[in-house]
């Protein structure tokens, strides 16, 4: 069984986000500095996928979808939350 490095918290944050292929939007759920889980509400994520969150128009976050279930998908961040971008998410 895998295990997380770090604790998640809930969080409803809606982000614009984008795949090679699509535009959607999710909502950021059981956030850390490592990941999250998210609900889309449109749009088609696969395992392995590259993801980009448009935190605001300066700041964008990357990550890779570990897994899809239904309109939820587990995303692993390219590097740990940045101060700045948890000072924007306000976590």
Known sequence: ???RETNRQGSNIVLNCRTPVARAQAIL??????????ELFDGHVSKGQ???????ERNELAGQI???RGNEAGVKFMHKLSAV???TLEL
Not at 50 to 56: A, G, K, L
């Open 1 to 3: 069984m895998q295990t």
């Open 29 to 38: 759920c059981d956030i850390s500095h490592t990941g999250c889980r998210i």
């Open 50 to 56: 590259t993801i980009f969150f448009e935190i605001d």
């Open 66 to 68: 570990m897994w899809v």
């Open 85 to 87: 971008i948890r000072n």
